[in-house]
């Protein structure tokens, strides 16, 4: 008879439940964030290909003001968003923690000795955390009023 899947025996330790969990809502929030980047991005190309082609064809005014308008709204609301750096760090947390859950399942590294799940928890949550901070910052900036970023 089989041994069950690994993630089966560990399902009773609450460092690799954790673990599992965070590592799904990463991998989940890069996909989305990659997902909403990229499709903001296309629609501000495709409106720029259209500016040209609206002055081509000796479109009034207004309709290449609203092109450049649009281009303008969809930057802000990627700004707004982050979501390029935001899937750039959800992806390297996942990645992170998918390298602790090899190397734990492997007894490898820091694994190799006893204490592994206490070791497991400690890291996760330092990932974790390290994350947290990174987006309180970007909510501070988000929030700084222009004139103090001028300052300093």
């Known amino acids: 008879m089989s041994e069950p899947p690994a993630s089966d025996a560990l399902a009773h330790l609450p460092a690799w439940n954790r673990l599992e969990d965070q590592l799904s809502w990463?991998?989940?929030?890069?996909?989305t964030n990659k997902r909403r980047y990229r499709q903001i991005k296309v629609l501000q190309l495709l409106t720029a290909a259209g500016v040209p082609v609206a002055a081509a064809l000796s479109a009034t005014g207004w309709v290449t003001a609203s092109l450049g308008g649009l281009i303008l709204v969809l930057e802000g609301l990627q700004q707004l968003?982050?979501?390029?750096?935001?899937?750039i760090s959800y992806r390297g947390t996942s990645e992170r923690l998918?390298?602790?859950?090899?190397?734990?399942?492997?007894r490898a590294g820091p694994y190799a000795r006893p204490n592994r799940e206490r070791l497991l928890a400690e890291r996760v949550e330092d990932l974790v955390s390290q994350e947290h901070v990174k987006w309180v910052i970007t909510q501070e900036e988000a929030l700084r009023p222009e004139d103090e970023d001028e300052r300093g």
């Open 26 to 31: 990463y991998d989940r929030g890069a996909i």
């Open 81 to 87: 968003g982050q979501y390029h750096d935001t899937w």
């Open 98 to 106: 998918k390298t602790e859950k090899f190397l734990f399942l492997a």
